[in-house]
């Protein structure tokens, strides 16, 4: 099992950004999907959870209205759109799913600055 995100970046307050999770090694269209980040001094936190067949969608509610998540089973990824973007999303963000155990990706950064 991996999963493989990529798509952080340096934007400035407002912008957007798209990240992406490549997932390998099961059937990515059996299981949920998760995206976290953690900022630096602060616990990991649940950014965004998508079900199996995508139609059970939470948000945290500090990005409720700016992120949106989604997937692609035929592509076996994940995504979250990340709009109006804030200096307080800065993060490394992952993601991750559970399979007996859960699975996390190295992280993509996101930072958030003018």
């Known amino acids: 099992v991996q999963v493989v995100e990529s798509g952080g970046g340096l934007v400035q307050p407002g912008g957007s950004l798209r990240l992406s999770c490549a997932a390998s090694?099961?059937?990515?269209?059996?299981?949920?999907m998760n995206w976290y980040r953690q900022a630096p001094g602060k616990e990991r936190e649940l950014v965004a959870a998508i079900s199996s067949a995508g139609d059970i969608i939470n948000y945290a509610g500090s990005v409720k209205g700016r992120f949106t998540i989604s997937r692609d089973n035929l592509k076996n990824t994940v995504y979250l759109q990340m709009n109006s973007l804030k200096p307080e999303d800065t993060a490394v963000y992952y993601c991750?799913?559970?399979?007996?155990?859960?699975?996390w990706g190295q992280g993509t950064q996101v930072t958030v600055s003018s």
């Open positions: 090694g099961f059937t990515f269209s059996r299981y949920a």
């Open positions: 991750n799913t559970f399979i007996g155990r859960i699975y």
